[in-house]
């Protein structure tokens, strides 16, 4: 049996969707099992992108069973339009290669309505979400209230239910958040029945299915969409997202026991970055932090927005270690560093005579926080062509050990580029042999 979690270690986009597509070459099943259609992924194949917000990584390997976990939210109407450009791309996109767990729930318009009229209402105090409805699903679940993807297989008992939330939502949209935006049922019902009827197949028991596929000895590659730092509970509160991003999640969104996971697998940048909103103690403001956004290409993959670029945080990096049960770290993006002079890492925070080696708690506590850095020698070469360990210039082998010895977490493989090849193994253990040649 091997099952992998594989997360992000920082605030996202730290390139989780290219590994888990390199991990699947040896899998059978790849689940996501948080999120929705909030968070993207870029895979290139061949010189290909390939860009995803819901479907799990594992879509472009033939023969990979992909499953949407019961911690998932998902908005029918963007999973059908993906499900479309894949299958277009020459993906199999047919029922029982791709999974809709039967407990997991959906965004309808209402949510996403819902989502954009907050946001408004908060003005300079905006958290910074995507608008896309996430977190009105996610409390709709919690309310005891949402649509589940069961509720596709019985399209007539689901009708009045989705009338009654219409009426809420707009009651809410109107009177609490001052908003002229209102949804219209008829039109959400018409779209929602012709989106139940090309789904249904596809809604399945995913936690069985999983059992099932352990006791055959299967490969079982889990999915995170949002870093750690995005957390929930434990990320950077209340910048964060409306889910469960830590390896933690793994297990409850997707219906399986923690004794199953067998390895946590962290992805990181070789420098940060964070979209939105937020505490961000080593961001870059000047035009070294504009270059790395323009030669990193940091935009985001869903909603285009630019992210604020930084140097590389070990602080951060130790709390995602932690709380995720991190084994070896992946990192990212190596190539983008190529032509500093030099480069920083953050090994502390100090505020006034106090040190830090872990993020503060609350916002406040973020102001006059001040980051202490080593700094290491840049390097000049191009990364791009490098296949092997040898082929990396002293420099950039001495930052890799740093950043492992600064996080206490082996790094296990480094990326240069986006391609699946540009993957250069550094410590591979025994656990992840198994999913790469």
């Known amino acids: ?154 399209p007539d008992l689901m009708r009045e239910r989705v009338r009654a939330h219409v009426e809420e939502k707009n009651k809410i949209l109107g009177l609490v958040l001052g908003s002229d935006a209102q949804v219209d049922f008829a039109s959400v019902w ?93 961001e870059i403001i000047d035009a070294t932090g504009e270059e790395l956004r323009q030669r990193g290409h940091e935009f985001g993959t869903i909603t285009g927005r630019p992210r604020r670029c930084g140097w590389l945080d070990a602080v951060a990096l130790r709390r995602a270690v932690r709380i995720s049960g991190i084994d070896s770290l992946i990192l990212t993006k190596l190539d983008v560093l190529t032509g500093l002079r030099s480069i920083k890492v953050c090994t502390a925070y100090r505020r006034n005579s106090e040190v830090l080696d872990d993020l503060p708690a609350l916002v406040h506590e973020f102001e006059g926080l001040e980051s202490e850095y080593i700094e290491l020698d840049g390097w000049e070469d191009d990364l791009r062509g490098a296949r092997r360990w040898e082929e990396l210039p002293s420099s950039v082998q001495r930052y890799i050990v740093e950043i492992s010895k600064l996080i206490e977490c082996p790094v296990s493989f480094v990326s240069v580029g986006p391609g699946r090849e540009a993957t250069i193994p550094v410590n591979v253990n025994q656990v992840l042999q198994g999913f790469i040649r």
């Not at 791709?98 to 309505?113: E, G, Q």
């Not at 979400?129 to 297989?153: H, K, N």
Request: aromatic share 6%; charged share 20%; with cysteine.
């Open 190 to 282: 018409e779209r929602l029945e012709q989106e139940a009827s090309i789904l249904a197949p596809y809604v399945g028991n995913g936690s069985k299915l999983l059992h099932d596929a352990m006791k055959r000895g299967e490969r079982i590659i889990f999915e995170g969409a949002q870093g750690v730092l995005l957390d929930q509970i434990h990320g950077t509160y209340p910048f964060v997202t409306s889910s469960s991003t830590i390896a933690g999640g793994a297990a409850i969104g997707s219906g399986v026991g923690p004794r199953h996971i067998d390895s946590v697998v962290g992805i990181a940048k070789a420098y940060t970055t964070r979209v939105g909103e937020g505490p961000f103690p080593t």
């Open 1 to 154: 049996m091997s099952c992998i979690v594989i997360v992000g270690a920082q605030w996202g986009d730290e390139g989780k969707g290219k590994f888990v597509d390199v991990f699947t070459e040896r899998a059978d099943w790849v689940v996501r099992f948080q999120g929705g259609n909030n968070a993207g992924h870029t895979i290139v194949v061949d010189g290909v992108k390939t860009a995803l917000s819901l479907l799990p990584s594992g879509i472009l390997r033939p023969g990979v069973k992909c499953l949407l976990g019961a911690g998932v939210v998902l908005n029918p109407s963007v999973l059908i339009s993906e499900m479309e450009r894949v299958r277009a791309a020459g993906a199999d996109t047919s029922p029982g290669r791709i999974v809709l767990d039967r407990d997991a729930h959906l965004v309808l318009d209402y949510h996403v309505a819902i989502d954009k009229a907050r946001e408004r209402a908060r003005g300079s105090g905006r958290i910074g979400t995507t608008g896309r409805g996430i977190g009105p699903a996610y409390e709709d679940r919690s309310q005891r209230s949402g649509i589940r993807c069961a509720d596709l297989l019985y």
